[in-house]
């Protein structure tokens, strides 16, 4: 939103704020969402396929939503611990690369800082000097060359240990849902599939908030595709269930 400036310096108005831009990463939003949404369009499948192979046998169709919410879950936070640890490892051992060389060759690593710099625009004379004072102290210098050169702050690799959990968590909240109507009595696959249908519409709609796309619209493609997938198992239940596999 546009502010009124005052001037701080007369001839030196402060610059005004126009605009506010969303947070393009996604932060904690985006991965909770997927993590739902995978569950939630993987375990009704599941429970569709079950159903129309079982003849809608409730007890079988718990059992199965049951096992692929377990089977999920855990899949998804081992899968996750183990890609979220090999990353900061990776970025570990290239960081203590860097230390080991700001040590062995200080004078080296700042003139590629004060080069970087100059390739970005900087006078060489203002590269230099911005390279020697940001390098007089070598954790701070640590720290710039590990963001300029790999990307990473040093003092905030992602946890292996929370990626795995709001995995674990994100994907048995999504997965629970179509098992819910069968945990209250239902017999037939209609309950579970009005109740996903709303959660995918409704997890769809929230991925808006990341994206550039409207509420309804995303909401809409998430129950197509989500829809489309229960269909596809479903078919395929029948189909193995006729023919007594």
Do not use: C
């Amino acid at each position: 939103m546009a502010q009124n400036a005052r001037d701080d310096v007369p001839g030196h108005p402060r610059a005004e704020i126009h605009h506010e831009h969303r947070d393009v990463t996604g932060g904690w939003l985006r991965p909770a969402v997927f993590g739902a949404m995978d569950g939630l369009v993987s375990n009704f499948a599941l429970i569709a396929g079950v159903a129309a192979g079982s003849g809608h046998d409730a007890s079988v169709v718990l059992l199965s939503g049951f096992a692929g919410l377990a089977a999920g879950a855990f899949s998804m936070a081992a899968g996750e611990y183990i890609s979220v640890a090999s990353q900061s490892e990776l970025a570990e051992a290239e960081i203590q690369v860097e230390r080991r060389e700001l040590l062995r060759s200080p004078e080296a690593e700042q003139e590629e800082l004060a080069q970087l710099y100059e390739a970005r625009g900087l006078s060489p004379e203002l590269a230099a000097e911005v390279a020697r004072q940001l390098s007089r102290d070598p954790e701070e210098a640590l720290e710039i060359h590990a963001r300029e050169e790999l990307g990473v702050d040093p003092h905030d690799l992602p946890s292996p240990t929370l990626a795995a959990g709001s995995s674990f968590v994100s994907f048995a909240a999504g997965a629970l849902l179509p098992v819910i109507p069968y945990l209250l009595g239902a017999v037939s696959l209609w309950p579970a599939a009005v109740i996903s249908a709303v959660g995918l519409f409704g997890a769809g709609a929230l991925v808006s908030k990341v994206t550039a796309r409207s509420w309804w619209f995303s909401g809409l493609r998430q129950l197509a595709l989500g829809g489309a997938a229960a269909a596809l198992t479903f078919g395929l239940g029948s189909l193995l269930g006729a023919t007594g596999i």
